[in-house]
């Protein structure tokens, strides 16, 4: 073999592994972003689903309060005021408040399973407080 086929040989091999390495960083990087995509969509589906049921029940909760308010006895009407003022303040603040508060709880899913059962307690002691309102 002449020396300028063996130098080309040695060329054409350095040119495959520098397109073999380029090739190898873009892969991962694709792998990344996409890694990255499809757990936001995932972590944005589980969010929105906890937070939706929580919004409804909370919803439904100032509704029963607030039909309380208008039809029920007057007597009752400052303690159904003040639970509603309570139980809006609450709905209101949950963004700020759980995103803070779960902050240094594990993975995404432990933060969201630790915030769906503080949000499930919080409407519990609610209706109960309600409850305990409207017994009198």
Known sequence: MESGDEEEIHMAAKDWKKMEDR???EGFREGIEKGKEDNLQKYFDMSHEVVV????????LIGCICYA??????????????LLAEVSTH????????????????????????IEKEWQNSYETFQRKLDSILET
């Open 53 to 60: 049921e929580h919004s409804r029940r909370i919803g439904k």
């Open 23 to 25: 090739m190898h960083k």
């Open 69 to 82: 308010i208008d039809s029920g006895p007057t007597t009752l009407r400052l303690e159904l005021t003040q």
């Open 91 to 114: 709905l209101y603040s949950i963004p700020k408040m759980q995103i803070h508060k779960q902050a240094n709880i594990g993975n995404f899913e432990n933060r969201i399973n630790c």
